[in-house]
């Protein structure tokens, strides 16, 4: 541990472990984080102070807790998946160039709930 860490009280200095986890990706979004008791017990700390190190990382937004579930790893901002885009060809047909990413997706989404729609109605009635 270096001098940063030893400044820091024991359950911050955890949590920053943890933290340090998710960011190399050991500990991936959606991933259930080990359970407070046995978190305490593999790094001989109390209960409170795991607990403590947990609703830590709960408040920064790296853990959530599910009821009666445990605590998982949260997917982060930087994480999450980008929207659908519409093709260039598309935008360029449909003048739609100057609209935003988000305008772009959900109108791209948009279609594609039409085309089913079209599709379903087509269909011939079953003989029986």
């Not at 009280?9 to 933290?19: C, D, Q, V």
């Not at 795991?50 to 937004?61: N, P, S, T």
């Not at 997917?75 to 990413?101: D, E, I, M, N």
Request: charged share 20%; net charge positive; proline share 5%.
């Amino acid at each position: 541990m270096d001098d940063r860490t030893l400044a820091l009280p024991l359950y911050e200095a955890l949590a920053n472990r943890i933290a340090a986890l998710v960011d190399d990706g050991v500990l991936r979004a959606g991933m259930r984080a080990p359970s407070v008791r046995s978190f305490a017990a593999q790094h001989g700390v109390s209960l409170t102070t795991a607990l403590q190190a947990y609703r830590l990382l709960e408040d920064r937004g790296v853990l959530e807790a599910r009821p009666k579930s445990g605590f998982y790893v949260m997917v982060r901002p930087h994480q999450q998946r980008a929207l659908p885009t519409v093709s260039q060809p598309l935008a360029r047909h449909a003048g739609l160039g100057q609209q935003s990413r988000v305008q772009r997706a959900v109108l791209c989404w948009r279609s594609i709930l039409c085309a089913a729609r079209l599709c379903h109605s087509q269909r011939r009635p079953a003989r029986g």
